[in-house]
């Protein structure tokens, strides 16, 4: 079993460096970073709902 957490609930080094970096960004490289998030997320949710809608067709069948 993996050993527990000792920092629920605290911010992480991963996370602090996240939160720094976009702090440092420029308007446009924000911008760039967010189109990129709003496409990825739209593809995931297209192939997510086809793949969904195709288990529940099989599963009634």
């Known amino acids: 079993m993996?050993?527990?957490r000792q920092n629920?609930?605290?911010l992480t080094n991963?996370?602090?460096r996240r939160r720094e970096k976009r702090q440092n960004e420029t308007e446009?490289?924000?911008a760039q970073?967010?189109?990129r998030n709003r496409l990825r997320m739209s593809q995931s949710r297209a192939?997510?709902?086809s793949q969904q809608h195709k288990a529940r067709n099989?599963?009634?069948i």
């Open 2 to 4: 993996p050993p527990k």
């Open 8 to 10: 629920i609930g605290r």
């Open 14 to 16: 991963a996370a602090k």
């Open 28 to 30: 446009e490289e924000t």
């Open 33 to 35: 970073r967010n189109k």
């Open 47 to 49: 192939t997510k709902s």
């Open 58 to 60: 099989e599963a009634q």
